[in-house]
């Protein structure tokens, strides 16, 4: 039987503890950055055990920032993953850098140490890495990477608010890294993003976040402060407000209950899915914890009579949204024009492109919800095999 009711791909989970944090706020003076976004800040900054937290409206924001730290312009160049979101790649156009793309490993669709060694040049600025859908990348090997090759390494931690390398939380490290906080992911503000590092990069982005004036508002209109600032840097806007960060700061003290309940419904998938026929979860490794930001499968196509596409359209009939994460990004026509890339230039990124989806994940589902995704996944493989 399908489900009379459409189950959303991920909505976010806020409680009336996120509604009366917001009007608090709303009661008080401060509804930019002030004393809650210091609070986030710190609250953040404990839990993950970052040497240092700069609450930010965008994880983009954030990689923008990064790219200026480590002075991306023209003759300089980025390594990063085609398996993205286009932001990864777009804040290395916006400072004139050079994208340059390592492809991924076909089974986590993580981007390949090994792939990344091949583009390493004289002109390598940065090597970015995804934690795709939660997994953290293999730091180890591209930190090594990065040292011998003198340079610095930005984690878009986007997806991964609370996965582990070891016992160590992602952005812990002495990279920066940015988390996203964006509607849809596994911890949200609405809008909103942290970057973690070095303190001194940080507060350095700290300034460049706020018009590049030497004092925030908080600074100067709070009782004891003064008006008087200077600009050493033509900055940026890309404060987070203490609206955004009091729904942070509720959603940071739910957390493990956030987290466990992404656990429930990925153990529902876990059992009914292990040695599937017609599709493969990514895969996982021990060492590393996932946070669980999303579930993606990839379809094996020659089992089955339908294609990814129609294989989606046959969720969306029983009621179930999907996704796909993500067109890869020398895929888009602005990098495939700029830099010449066919789809096969990256041949593992285009193939996982072609088969992958990704299942409904989110703190909102219950398992009953889980059990009606597998029904529906179940159902279409044996209408559709071959
Ligand atoms: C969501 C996302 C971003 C951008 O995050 P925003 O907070 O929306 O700017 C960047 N990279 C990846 C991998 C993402 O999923």
Known sequence: MARSEFLPFS???????EIEAVANVLRTDWLSSGPKTREFEQTFKTMTGAHAALALNSATAGLHLAMVLHKIGPDTEVITTPMTFCATANVVEHERGHVVLAD?????LLIDPKEIEKHITKKTKIIMPVHYAGHPADMN???????????????????CMGSKVGDRWIGAGDNLALFSFYANKNLTTGEGGMMTGPEALVEEARTLALHGMSKGAYNRFAKGGTWKYDVPHPGYKYNLTDIASAIGLVQLSRWEELFARRLKIVDVYE?????HKHFVPLKTRTGFQTCRHLYVIQLNLDTLKIDRDQFIEQMTERNIGTSVHYRPVHMNSYYAKKYGWTPESFPKAARAFERMLSLPLSSRMTVEDASDVVDAVEDICAKFKR
């Open 11 to 17: 909505p976010p989970s806020l409680s009336e503890l």
């Open 271 to 275: 059992k009914a899915f292990a040695g």
């Open 104 to 108: 991924i490993d076909p089974e986590t």
């Open 141 to 159: 090997a591209i930190n090594a990477l990065a040292k011998s090759a003198g340079a610095a390494v930005v984690e878009d931690a986007a997806h």
